[in-house]
C-alpha cells in the first residue's frame, strides 16, 4: 500500500514554524507524552521504537530522552520535517540511536520487528476507512508479537449535541495558541472535511479489525484521544 493519502505538504517555511505555533498547546502535548512514557515503561531496555509521521521528532525526543538505551526509527515524508527531527535529535544528544526514513511506512526497509510504534495525528488524514485499516495491518506487520501500537487522532462523534459546544472550545485553543486568524477559519472549514474525524468508538473498532487487541483510551485533551494496544497474538 502506497501511504500518500495520509500526506500533508509541509515546506520549509511551515515545518520551520510548526513548533513554534504550537508551544502554547506544549500542556496538552507533555500530558500526552507523559502517558506515553508509563504505558510504554514496561518495554526491554534495549528495545527499538517505530515513529510513524515523526514530524519535528516531539515524542521520539521524549522517549530518548526518558529510556537512554532504547533505539528510534523516524519515518517522515516530509524532508524539511525530518530535517528539523534530525536536528533536534543532534541538539538532544539522541541521534546515534536513530535511524531516519525520508518516506512512508511502505517504503520502510524490511529490518527486525519493533517493540512499539507511535503514530501521533497521522491515520486520521485516511479518508477512505479501508485505507486507514490497511495503514494499521502494515503497523502491525512490523510489530513483534505482544508489541505495542501506540495512536493518537482527532476523534469526535460530530452528532453528537455536545460536538457544536466543544468545537467552540477547540477553536478558542486555536486562537489562544496564535495560530493565524486564516488558518483558523480554514480548520474551522475543513474540520471531518479533509481530516477523517470518526466517533471514538468508530477508530477503536478499526484498530481492533487491523491485527491488534482492543484498544485502550489512556489520554484525552479535548478531540485527540490517544490509545494504546498490542498486536494481537
Given at each position: 500500500?502506497?501511504?500518500?493519502?495520509?500526506?500533508?505538504?509541509?515546506d520549509?517555511?511551515r515545518?520551520?514554524?510548526?513548533?513554534k505555533?504550537?508551544?502554547?498547546?506544549?500542556p496538552?502535548?507533555?500530558?500526552?507524552?507523559?502517558?506515553m512514557?508509563?504505558?510504554?515503561?514496561?518495554?526491554?531496555?534495549?528495545?527499538?521504537i517505530?515513529?510513524?509521521?515523526?514530524?519535528?521528532?516531539?515524542?521520539l525526543?521524549?522517549?530518548?530522552q526518558?529510556?537512554?538505551?532504547?533505539?528510534f526509527?523516524?519515518?517522515?515524508p516530509?524532508?524539511?520535517?525530518?530535517?528539523?527531527?534530525?536536528?533536534r535529535?543532534?541538539?538532544?544528544?539522541?541521534?546515534?540511536?536513530?535511524?531516519?526514513?525520508?518516506?512512508?511506512?511502505?517504503?520502510?526497509p524490511?529490518?527486525?520487528?519493533?517493540?512499539?510504534?507511535?503514530?501521533?495525528?497521522?491515520?486520521?488524514?485516511?479518508m477512505?476507512?479501508?485505507?486507514?485499516?490497511?495503514?494499521?495491518?502494515?503497523?502491525?506487520?512490523r510489530?513483534?508479537?505482544?508489541g505495542?501500537?501506540?495512536?493518537?487522532?482527532?476523534?469526535?462523534?460530530?452528532?453528537?449535541?455536545?460536538?457544536?459546544?466543544?468545537f467552540?472550545?477547540?477553536?478558542r485553543?486555536?486562537?489562544?495558541?496564535?495560530?493565524p486568524?486564516?488558518?483558523v477559519?480554514?480548520?474551522?472549514?475543513?474540520?471531518g472535511?479533509?481530516?477523517?474525524?470518526?466517533?471514538?468508538?468508530?477508530?477503536?473498532?478499526?484498530i481492533?479489525?487491523?491485527g491488534?487487541?482492543?484498544?485502550?483510551?489512556?489520554?484525552?485533551?479535548?478531540f485527540?484521544?490517544?490509545?494504546?494496544?498490542?498486536?494481537?497474538?
Amino acid at each position: 500500500m502506497k501511504n500518500h493519502e495520509s500526506s500533508i505538504v509541509f515546506d520549509q517555511e511551515r515545518a520551520s514554524s510548526y513548533d513554534k505555533q504550537r508551544a502554547k498547546m506544549a500542556p496538552m502535548k507533555d500530558a500526552l507524552h507523559l502517558c506515553m512514557r508509563m504505558v510504554l515503561s514496561e518495554l526491554p531496555a534495549n528495545a527499538r521504537i517505530l515513529c510513524i509521521g515523526a514530524g519535528t521528532g516531539a515524542e521520539l525526543i521524549d522517549l530518548a530522552q526518558a529510556f537512554p538505551e532504547w533505539r528510534f526509527t523516524a519515518v517522515e515524508p516530509a524532508a524539511p520535517m525530518l530535517d528539523i527531527c534530525r536536528a533536534r535529535a543532534e541538539d538532544s544528544g539522541v541521534a546515534s540511536r536513530c535511524t531516519f526514513h525520508e518516506g512512508y511506512l511502505d517504503t520502510l526497509p524490511e529490518a527486525d520487528s519493533f517493540d512499539a510504534a507511535t503514530c501521533i495525528l497521522v491515520s486520521q488524514f485516511f479518508m477512505q476507512l479501508e485505507g486507514r485499516r490497511t495503514f494499521f495491518r502494515e503497523i502491525a506487520a512490523r510489530l513483534r508479537p505482544d508489541g505495542y501500537l501506540v495512536s493518537a487522532d482527532l476523534a469526535s462523534d460530530m452528532s453528537a449535541s455536545a460536538f457544536k459546544n466543544l468545537f467552540e472550545v477547540w477553536v478558542r485553543m486555536l486562537k489562544y495558541s496564535d495560530l493565524p486568524a486564516e488558518e483558523v477559519e480554514t480548520f474551522r472549514a475543513n474540520f471531518g472535511k479533509k481530516v477523517a474525524v470518526l466517533p471514538p468508538g468508530q477508530v477503536e473498532s478499526l484498530i481492533a479489525s487491523s491485527g491488534f487487541d482492543a484498544p485502550i483510551l489512556f489520554c484525552q485533551t479535548l478531540f485527540i484521544h490517544a490509545w494504546y494496544s498490542r498486536r494481537a497474538s
